[in-house]
Structures are given as structure tokens and as C-alpha cells.
């Protein structure tokens, strides 16, 4: 989004990580903390792996973008591939129980790093939305990857609307939304019951001051932990800030303007597959009355799944209940 000057392509080295992640734990986010704020692509380039074929077993690996950043994924199990991608400001870790469930279900299972985030490349620049989406389509070509299920959460949530929007539905057989941003979380003219930019500018400002402060305390809303009654391991809070404080600052407050300010009510339109909405009624970081109730009715083949009193780390506090759904969804026909 902003221009630089830069960018580096090269992945966090095995014993950096190694370091990180003996500091705590990690897991999933993506949106706008309210209660914590007062939140074309063409063929790739040089790649690292050829193969088109599925993955056997647990596989590691990276591809190179055209303008050189590399994208970390993980490439599990064979069959129908089902793609993830992850919130703001986490890692493609925070799939994990959706990726083995649906991996021993018989489903090839791929999920990637945001530039910027994990153990991606961190770009300087094209922190954008759509290079998000170029990026995730040049890992499509790359693996081939047919007939696909999109499952993107918060920000990745807009991800998978913009991929379509750009890049069409030819690779992609559904999708599904979990706690996502879409149609926009920034107050305008054509959603005046959006967020004032000064919440976003909030969280611009406590990200810069403190970011392992600010991601221990956005832990709290996301997972409801701040409920009365809320079952949330400290382990999985620790897990959560683990994740976000893996990523590049630069990159992170980048994406604070994209998964804010990001319109995808055009994106949405174009989603002419079977689409599921899930969304908790208890989302404090992305409120279902400010998105999912809105985006179901732009998607022409859209069906909403409200889950109650669900935070916006359902895919964590309601795993099993979103897993069922989500094989479910891919079985079935339209949800």
C-alpha cells in the first residue's frame, strides 16, 4: 500500500523462529478490536517448487512472488483441495484444527502466510489487498489447485473475496466466511453504519506504541475471554499474541488500512458459487450486524450461520461445531 524504497524477500530463518517460538504460543486474528481501541496476478515467478501434484503427508513450503517476496504454505493430505487463509495479524497456524480435521476426512488441506506475516517474506511494500490476493493466485497456479474451497477468516475472509473478484471463479468450486470483514468496517457514504476511522486509527496507534502489549490485550475480545463465564485458555491467548508478534510491523500496520478501509461489495457480486457465511452474534472485533448480515445479501448464492454467543475466534472456541459445518458445506451442495 505504501511505496518503499525495498523490500525484503527472505523467509525468518529456522533459528529466529526457533527463538520465537520458544517465547509463548500462537493462534488467530483479524479484524478491529472495539473494546480495545477507543482495529493480477499473471504466472508466478521463479518458484522453489514445481510440483502440480498433491502433497503426501505433513510438506513445508514457499513459492517466490513475481515482484520476489516468498509465501510460506503448508500443503497437507490429498483430494479436493480446501484453501485457507488466515486474520489479521496471524499466520496460517491458526487453521490448524480446521486443516487436520478436514485432512482426515480425506481433503487436501493448504494454507499460506500473508505476505508479511509468519514466516512470509516481509515486504516493504504491496501490502494491499490486491496483492493479497495476486499472491494467493499465484499459489493457485503454481499447485494447480481445481476446483477448490476457499475458507477465509476476518481479513481473510476479505482475501478470498478479493482473489475472486480478481481472478474469477474458475479454480474455486465454494467458499466460506468465518467472522469476515466483508462488505467494508469503515464508516462511507454507502455504509454509514460503519466504524468512525478513528477506531482504526486507535489501533494504528497502539500498534506502533506497543504491539505485544496491544496483541496481549486484543487476545481478551477475540476469544470473548472478557465474557462472563468464557472458557479461553491463557495458553491459547499466549498462542495468539506468539502468532502476531511472528510478523513484520511494517507489513501489520499496513494491513490495519486494508482490512478497514477495503470496500468488497464489487468482490461480492461476483461470487456466483455456493457461499457460507459463519459468524458469531457475540463478534466484538467484527460485529455480524456490521458485515456477514450485509455481505450474505450482495452474494448471489450466499446462506449465513450464526453461531450464539460466539466470539470472533470461533474457529478456536467452536472448533468441532465449525468443523462439522464445514464438512458439511463441502459435502453438501449449497450449505
Sequence with gaps: MTPGHRHDATPIDAQRRQVVMGTAALAVAAGLPLAAAAASAGPAGSRQIPSTQPQQGNTMNTITTRDGTSIFYKDWGSGQPVVFSHGWPLTADAWEDQMVFLGLQGYRVIAHDRRGHGRSGQSWSGNDMDTYADDLAELFNTLDLRDAVMVGHSTGG???????????????????????????MMRSAAYPDGLPKEVFDGIRAGVLADRSQFFKDLSGPFYGANRAGAKVSQGQRDAFWLMGMQGSLKSEYDCIAQFSETDFTEDLKKMSIPTLFVHGDDDQIVPIDKSAQLAVKLVPNGTLKVYPGASHGLATTHKDQLNRDLLAFIRGSAG
Excluded: C, D, F
Design 158 to 184: 476479505g482475501e478470498v473475496a478479493r482473489y475472486i473478484g480478481r481472478h474469477g471463479n474458475k479454480r474455486v468450486a465454494k467458499a466460506v466466511l468465518v467472522g469476515a470483514v466483508p462488505p467494508t
